[in-house]
């Protein structure tokens, strides 16, 4: 008795553990073009008609039928009359199989078209300095030629871009080169330079500025951006009058009069510099290089590798020096 009861133990274990079987005779006679030349016939109520729906020859979609009856072993359609009457067991299969087979269709359309890159998700990460102007502005050409694609836009800083991209939360981003992970891989974009904007009258608008020449007038500084690490590596210390987010917040500031900015030249097409001068820093940490930031080793997407390539035409303007 306690033997018999191991033995149905153990056949209990191995009924919740072990994969169930596939039926072999399912898997090898469903057919998606038997079924659907099946529900065509219900719907048109004449084999003639469903075959130019599909688009074959009356002989083929008859074949089809009969192979589909075949493997059911069910008479399906009444052809006593010259109109293909479905039986009562066909009509019963006609209702369990419509919204399936509808869900089916659906399904394939969506993967097929996001293996195309016609509709799909666009998920990137970009810097917010370049997120509300040159990247929104590809994006809505990109959205244009993609209306079925849903964007998201994650704005992030450089570091906090990096996570972003190796969680998988975006498939890339739009980053600086620096600080990187052995797990991502760089695309180079274009090479960017710091410029120090000022109201148009002020005393270094007629000069080639350094870094140095920031220490004598009061300073806007959009925290956590490049030219802060820049002034660091120069030996600049200043105490800011001023700490901002965004750079459109420092220029309403430098035309107010509260003191001069350091803004990357990739944004400058993207603000309205009108009575300002944009001046050009001398010295090192001047330049960055702005590109693609993604996984090592994973491809991407359709859609990104589309969204990519139209960036190829991004650049900053070119100043005298350059």
């Not at 300095?129 to 800083?157: C, N, W, Y």
């Not at 090592?296 to 303007?317: G, I, N, Q, T």
């Amino acid at each position: 008795m306690f033997g018999f009861g191991l033995f149905a133990i153990n056949r209990v274990e191995r009924f919740y553990t072990e994969p169930m079987p596939m039926n072999q005779e399912f898997g090898q006679e469903l057919k998606y073009r038997q079924l659907k030349a099946f529900m065509e016939a219900v719907d048109a109520g004449s084999f003639t008609l469903a075959a130019e729906r599909m688009g074959i020859s009356q002989p083929s979609f008859s074949a089809l039928v009969k192979e589909l009856e075949a493997s059911l072993s069910l008479t399906l359609f009444d052809r006593s009359t010259r109109r293909c009457s479905p039986t009562a067991a066909a009509q019963a299969f006609y209702e369990q199989l419509r919204q399936p087979l509808v869900q089916i269709e659906r399904a394939w359309g969506q993967a097929k078209d996001t293996g195309q890159g016609v509709s799909g998700r666009l998920r990137l990460a970009a810097l917010p300095s370049m997120a509300s102007g040159s990247i929104t502005r590809k994006l809505a050409q990109f959205r244009l030629d993609h209306p079925d694609v849903h964007i998201t836009l994650v704005e992030r800083r450089h570091d906090q871009q990096l996570d972003a991209v190796l969680r998988g939360e975006v498939e890339f981003g739009i980053s600086s080169m620096s600080g990187f992970h052995p797990e991502l891989s760089f695309q180079s974009l274009y090479v960017d330079r710091l410029l120090i904007v000022a109201p148009a009258d002020h005393p270094l608008a007629a000069t080639r500025p350094t870094w140095q020449s920031l220490t004598g007038y009061p300073l806007v500084l959009v925290s956590s951006g490049q030219a802060e690490d820049a002034m660091k590596a120069n030996g600049v210390r200043i105490v800011p009058a001023c700490d901002v987010e965004q750079a459109v917040t420092a220029l309403a500031m430098v035309r107010r009069g509260m003191g001069i900015t350091v803004l990357s030249s990739s944004i400058i097409p993207d603000l309205d510099t009108r009575g300002l001068a944009c001046l050009p820093i001398e010295g090192s940490s001047v330049f960055r290089t702005i590109g693609i930031v993604k996984r090592r080793h994973v491809r991407l997407s359709k859609l990104a590798l589309a969204f990519v390539r139209s960036l190829r035409d991004l650049a900053p303007p070119r100043f005298a020096d350059d």
